[in-house]
């Protein structure tokens, strides 16, 4: 369950860093309450993924999915370059994590 919970930490890390994005766009109070309930969510559920597993790996793991989808998303919604370099090393990221996964009780 601790993995679930690491990805939903990850997934909530992505949310935030969209909601900070649409904060800078829209000040609102729905932009604001949203961004923090995505971090809010994603600090929650980091903390119960570390009842388990290590924190080093944890934290890599959640850093790395934030990170990776964070750029992806930008990619995609916001007309970010998609260059070869760019997707190879986030594919690095992606593969890390993966590969931490596997590695990992």
């Known amino acids: 369950m601790a993995w679930v919970y690491l990805i939903i930490a990850g997934l ?5 860093v969209l909601m900070i994005n649409k904060f ?7 932009s604001i309450l949203l961004l923090a309930a995505g971090f809010s969510a994603s600090f929650l559920f980091l903390a119960l ?3 388990t597993l290590p924190m ?10 934030g990170a990776a989808g964070g750029a ?3 990619m995609i919604l916001y007309g970010e370059p998609k260059d070869g370099k760019r997707i190879f090393f986030l594919s690095l ?4 994590v993966i590969g931490l996964k596997l590695v990992s009780p």
């Open 12 to 16: 909530g890390e992505m949310f935030g």
């Open 24 to 30: 800078h766009s829209e000040r609102s109070v729905t």
């Open 49 to 51: 993924s570390m009842e």
């Open 56 to 65: 080093g790996l944890a934290y890599a793991v959640w850093t790395g999915i």
């Open 72 to 74: 992806l998303f930008g």
């Open 93 to 96: 990221i992606i593969a890390a």
